[in-house]
């Protein structure tokens, strides 16, 4: 019998190193350490940011065949559709004119006021127009991609408006692209202002509405004076948004016994589904904060007095 038959069954290597269950613990605390350390830290902001620059004329190219598509449904459109849209801006447009005359009016008059009382003159903010390019994927969060970014001159933070309201803000900003949060979204929330009552509030994203996402207005008292139909207005406090922004509408009000809090449900004015262009603002800053006065300079109102000096002992 060959010799060989006896080590027929015993393995030529042995398997060496940690063994899978030490593995899997050691990547997954790598993991976390990773996950932690970027939401802390913003560890690997600089590899998004190269990523999505590298990535940017691929993701064009990409885009060209939706966006042809998208042009080509507009040009087949109905004739009678486009008539349809062509009255309603018409008559939104007349609407506008009367209202901007009433505005124009109003103007003057404020400003007539603020120099008369002299108080601090209304702050404005520059913006820039952008073109949403597409809906981010994540099913948890709500969120779209503008076509401006850095060189553009956009901010983290910055506010986003379309025609109705306030849209959202810049969240993260890449080369070329921006990401925008919804205010329909979770993590999302702004200082608000009810100006027929003069009550601040927030207001918080809550894309789990029955309209496929909304707002609530949290710690309202039982027995706050509020209504359903009542606007919702940017307060202004926070220092990034402008005050008297349109934010929402309260669409429903629940009042329970038990509770010292009522729940206030509320829509939002901008157009959360669809929305194809926007305005991003410039953040306020430094800017909302009052201007120091300068130190008024002390004139003595007598001749100036010398020092005394210690009497010799």
Known sequence: MPTNSFDSGVPTFRQRGPSPLIRLAVYGALALFLMVADVRFKLTEPVRRAVAAVLYPLQWVMMQPVQLA?????????????????????????????????????????????????????????????????????AYTR??????????????????????GVLGQVTRVFAMTSEVTLVVDRE????????????RGVAYGDPLASSGGGMELRFMPSNADIQEGDLLTTSGVDGV?????????????????????????????????????VMVLKPLGEDALPAKPPPPDRKPDGPASTPRKGRKG
């Open 143 to 164: 969120r779209v991609v503008i076509d401006k970014g850095e060189v553009a001159g956009i901010e983290r933070g910055s506010p986003v408006m379309d025609e109705l």
């Open 188 to 199: 999302q929330s702004i200082p608000v202002l009810n100006p027929r009552t003069g009550a």
């Open 241 to 277: 948004y402008a005050p008297g922004l349109p934010v929402a509408k309260i669409v429903r009000i629940e009042r329970k016994a038990d509770s010292q809090f009522s729940r206030v449900y509320c829509e939002p004015l901008a157009q959360v589904h669809g929305v194809q262009f």
């Open 70 to 138: 998208h042009e080509g449904a507009r040009y087949f459109e109905s004739l009678t559709s486009a008539q349809d849209r062509a009255q309603n801006a018409e008559k939104k447009m007349t609407e506008w004119g009367l209202r901007a005359n009433q505005v124009e009016t109003m103007q003057l008059e404020n400003q007539r006021l603020r120099a008369l009382l002299d108080l601090r003159p209304r702050l404005t903010t520059s913006g820039t127009a952008a073109q949403v390019i597409y809906e981010t994927a994540d």
